[in-house]
């Protein structure tokens, strides 16, 4: 069956400090994925979304980065965060005509 | 670009009272619509979808109408139960070979009391 996880579940971070949330895809082979990103109070936003090994498409200019170093891993990265940066992160792939989402990861930055 | 516009919340009813939550959409082509629920502390979760113009989505008692004429995908519910108290998103995806390329709504909480 196809699943979805991503993990850490829960974090909280100092400014300035560095980021990595992984998300990893299992029962299915190029799928295409996706990071969406829920700040407080508003709605899902698009951050980044890969359709192969490498490639990394950018929706929204901002503080992070993403990269696909595996087929079916998918790696959403800071430097240094934010405040502006906390925020609810959820991976997503898409198969045929069906979305599935990770759990989520809550991000807090203090 | 998609655009996705919901009613805004949050909305309070009591339990067995009538529920409809407005969406409406600008895009492209011919999108899917969805509606998606969070509830608390859990990720997002699919509710329904329709795929074409006169569509009806339906699961656990919602249901929401793909109507082109009005770019519209309003979700409706008969009767609400305490456990349908989540966050409601309406989105869309204009498919093809990036079918998870979402747009959604801002959302709509939902607080149903006994």
């Known amino acids: 069956s196809q699943t979805i996880h991503q993990w850490p579940a829960t974090l909280v971070q100092p400014v300035g400090s560095p980021l990595s949330l992984e998300c990893t895809v299992e029962g299915t082979s190029n799928p295409n994925l996706y990071w969406y990103r829920q700040a407080a109070g508003r709605g899902l936003q698009l951050l980044f979304y890969s359709v192969g090994i490498g490639q990394i498409s950018s929706e929204v200019p901002q503080n992070l980065s993403a990269s696909r170093p595996q087929d079916r891993q998918f790696i959403l990265s800071s430097k240094k965060l934010l405040l502006s940066d906390s925020g609810f992160y959820l991976c997503?792939?898409?198969?045929?005509?069906?979305?599935?989402f990770g759990e989520g990861s809550w991000l807090t930055v203090v | 670009g998609n655009s996705v516009t919901q009613m805004e919340g949050p909305v309070t009813l009591s339990e067995e009272a009538f529920l409809t939550i407005n969406c409406t959409y600008t895009a492209t082509g011919y999108p899917s619509l969805f509606w998606y629920v969070q509830y608390p502390g859990e990720g997002l979760q699919l509710l329904l979808k329709a795929t074409k113009a006169d569509d009806k989505g339906s699961n656990k008692g919602f249901e929401a109408t793909y109507r082109k004429e009005t770019t519209s995908f309003h979700l409706e519910k008969g009767s609400v139960q305490v456990s349908d108290s989540a966050v409601y998103f309406c989105a869309l995806s204009e498919g093809g070979t990036s079918y998870g390329k979402l747009t959604f709504g801002q959302g709509t909480i939902l607080t149903v009391h006994p």
């Open positions: 997503a792939y898409d198969s045929g005509n069906t979305i599935y």
